[in-house]
């Protein structure tokens, strides 16, 4: 049995839980904007889509539980991701010798210092978008109608500062999406001169792809495209 915990101990498996669940949530994050690009098609468009994420798998499954199904899968991935996240961070302060720390910035910290500001920004900002846009409590979303997704997105990105809340958040998403996919290929030991340049070309390809369509809702909302 000890074996079976020293293997769920080890860095290997942290990162490997790390960037299993990585993958889940950049699908749901690309799946996501692109599914909110129906915000283009007009209001029935959008609410048609937000009505049919309630009805997925009906009548097979009752109303609104294969979204419930993806809701917890979600959240499990989330937490998973936190966890092993905050473990692999401690494991690397706790094995990393003290003169090392005194080498000054270093190309490989900087990437986990930003991954790990940019993680908790994220988790913040996924709070607030909840009580905006999902759960509308008036502290966050004062003219929030449920039922009427598209209203409250543009009532909500009519605001300048909320619009601008947004969008630091998806820079944020859109450098932890960079240097995520980036390490991920590393945790699979795609790590050789050769394919290097193409894991960044793809990592940046993928980040900029969800920085941009997301970028582009609160600003079509403030420059009247989306009204
Ligand atoms: C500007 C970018 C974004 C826009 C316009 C947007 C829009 C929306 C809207 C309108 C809803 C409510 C859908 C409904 O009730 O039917 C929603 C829900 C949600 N959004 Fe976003 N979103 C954005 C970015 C993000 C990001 C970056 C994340 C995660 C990192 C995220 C995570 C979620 C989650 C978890 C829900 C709740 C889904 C559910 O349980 O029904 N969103 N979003």
Redo the contacts with the bound molecule.
Sequence with gaps: MSWVVSVFRSAIVKKAVMAVTGVA?FG??LG??LG?LK?YLGSED??H???W??EMGSPALPHGSA?WI??AG?LAAVLLHMLSAWQVTRLSHASRPLHYRKLGTQAATYASRTMRWGGVI?AL??VY??AH??FGWSWAHPNFVAGD??Q??VA??SVWWVAAL??V??LA?GLHLYHGVWSLFQSLGWNHPRFNEWRKGLARVFAII?TV??????LAVLSGVVR
């Design positions: 949530l749901f994050v996501h904007m909110n915000i959008f609410n889509y937000a009505e994420l309630r979204l993806a809701r979600l994220i900002f996924v978008h909840l846009l999902t997704p598209y409250n997105l909500g990105f947004y969008m958040a998806q998403l969800v369509g997301n970028l582009s809702f609160p």
